[in-house]
């Protein structure tokens, strides 16, 4: 590595974004989506990407469905092995929000040999390869290619019973929300970028990060529980926002009841925010009252990392859905409601 010394490298100086934050934003995603011809016709394929959804689902005939999904980007957490675990976690988490199981996943890499060295690429596969572990599957292969920027990622594979498929589409009039992570990794990981971040707060996105979002694929069984996301690169209000276009509803949110990092509410105060949040904001903003401070704009926006479940279940499925949250040892918190009032705002802040 041009005689640097691994021990020294900060992965995060080497890429132009962190994480999730590298998303493309909302906005600009309809644009390059709506450029794009439609897929062939196919009765098989139930969730595609006109339904703007975590992952591909296809129909196999048999009550089964295979789900398809792809993730990746640059370095978030400046640590090789752990870079490789949370970007793995993130990527099976698609899978997780669809209420399906993974199977088996294959590597994404790309690596500035000459900057980073073949070396520091090992130790994030290697972090890939425990996050697979972990879930239970094999990282059965990959590509890598030699790349300006590095990025590391999964496209995994996985089942479900296609009576236990949750879409983020399928909301009803009346659900309560629940989210399973507090906001603020998207803070954070900027502050780290800055070299803001103080030392005793390093551990903190990165542990919420290699949570997995398991828990899904029991959601999935539970026939009240309408619909399901993980909130990543969009933010919480741009995912939610997909929930609420594609259900045609809207949503009330108390800010005071949805889960924020302590020191990530510090350091957006101090001015530390994630270029990502602004443009997510801005591909909302028209439709969100209430999001009427820096603050609230910058976390509720704030992209988020392997970030947690988007819940909508039913009132009557409520408790059930808390109990099986609590003796997974998920945490959780309820931050409002899905109306199909006449509001001319999709999300109000309360």
Same mark, same amino acid.
């Given at each position: =590595?041009?005689?640097?010394?691994?021990?020294?490298?900060?992965?995060?100086?080497?890429?132009?974004?962190?994480?999730?934050?590298?998303?493309?934003?909302?906005?600009?995603?309809?644009?390059?989506?709506?450029?794009?011809?439609?897929? =062939?016709?196919?009765?098989?394929?139930?969730?595609?990407?006109?339904?703007?959804?975590?992952?591909?689902?296809?129909?196999? $005939?048999?009550?089964?469905?295979?789900?398809?999904?792809?993730?990746?980007?640059?370095?978030?957490?400046?640590?090789? *092995?752990?870079?490789?675990?949370?970007?793995?976690?993130?990527?099976?988490?698609?899978?997780?929000?669809?209420?399906?199981?993974?199977?088996?996943?294959?590597?994404?890499? $790309?690596?500035?040999?000459?900057?980073?060295?073949?070396?520091?690429?090992?130790?994030?596969?290697?972090?890939?390869?425990?996050?697979?572990?972990?879930?239970?599957?094999?990282?059965?292969?990959?590509?890598?290619?030699?790349?300006?920027?590095? *990025?590391?990622?999964?496209?995994?594979?996985? #089942?479900?019973?296609?009576?236990?498929?949750? %879409?983020?589409?399928? +909301?009803?009039?009346?659900?309560?929300? !629940?989210?399973?992570?507090?906001?603020?990794?998207?803070?954070?990981?900027?502050?780290?970028?800055?070299?803001?971040? %103080?030392?005793?707060?390093?551990?903190?996105?990165?542990?919420?990060?290699?949570?997995?979002?398991?828990?899904?694929?029991?959601?999935?069984?539970?026939?009240?529980?309408?619909?399901?996301?993980?909130?990543?690169? *969009?933010?919480?209000?741009?995912?939610?926002?997909?929930?609420?276009?594609?259900?045609?509803?809207?949503? %009330?949110?108390?800010?005071?009841?949805?889960?924020?990092?302590?020191? +990530?509410?510090?350091?957006?105060?101090?001015?530390?925010? +994630?270029?990502?949040?602004?443009?997510?904001?801005?591909?909302?903003?028209?439709?969100?009252?209430?999001?009427?401070? =820096?603050?609230?704009? =910058?976390?509720?926006?704030?992209?988020?990392?392997?970030?947690? !479940?988007?819940?909508?279940?039913?009132?009557?499925? !409520? #408790?059930?859905?808390?109990?099986?949250?609590?003796?997974?040892?998920?945490?959780?918190?309820?931050?409002?409601?899905?109306?199909?009032?006449?509001?001319?705002?999709?999300?109000?802040? $309360?």
């Amino acid at each position: =590595m041009n005689g640097t010394d691994k021990s020294e490298v900060r992965l995060t100086q080497f890429s132009h974004g962190a994480g999730c934050g590298c998303k493309i934003a909302p906005a600009d995603l309809d644009k390059i989506l709506a450029s794009t011809s439609g897929p =062939m016709p196919d009765d098989h394929l139930l969730v595609g990407y006109h339904n703007r959804d975590d992952a591909a689902v296809y129909d196999l $005939g048999d009550g089964r469905a295979v789900i398809s999904t792809t993730d990746f980007f640059s370095p978030i957490v400046d640590e090789a *092995f752990d870079f490789g675990r949370i970007a793995a976690t993130n990527a099976l988490s698609d899978i997780y929000a669809m209420g399906g199981k993974p199977l088996l996943a294959v590597a994404i890499l $790309g690596w500035p040999l000459e900057k980073l060295g073949a070396e520091l690429a090992a130790q994030v596969v290697e972090g890939g390869r425990q996050a697979c572990r972990d879930a239970g599957i094999p990282l059965a292969g990959g590509h890598s290619i030699d790349a300006p920027e590095p *990025f590391f990622g999964l496209a995994v594979t996985g #089942e479900v019973r296609i009576e236990h498929i949750k %879409r983020n589409d399928t +909301a009803r009039a009346g659900d309560v929300l !629940l989210l399973t992570k507090p906001l603020g990794v998207g803070v954070l990981s900027t502050a780290q970028k800055r070299g803001k971040l %103080r030392a005793e707060h390093q551990h903190i996105g990165r542990d919420l990060m290699l949570q997995p979002n398991s828990i899904g694929t029991a959601l999935g069984t539970m026939a009240g529980v309408h619909a399901l996301t993980d909130v990543t690169g *969009f933010g919480l209000l741009g995912h939610l926002m997909e929930m609420c276009l594609g259900s045609k509803l809207n949503a %009330r949110l108390q800010y005071s009841d949805i889960p924020l990092i302590p020191e +990530a509410v510090d350091y957006v105060k101090e001015g530390c925010y +994630a270029d990502g949040a602004l443009r997510n904001w801005k591909s909302i903003a028209g439709q969100v009252d209430g999001a009427n401070t =820096m603050e609230r704009m =910058m976390l509720l926006c704030d992209p988020q990392t392997s970030g947690g !479940l988007l819940i909508a279940c039913a009132k009557s499925e !409520l #408790e059930n859905v808390e109990l099986l949250l609590k003796g997974s040892q998920v945490l959780f918190r309820r931050i409002g409601e899905l109306h199909d009032d006449t509001s001319n705002k999709r999300v109000i802040v $309360g």
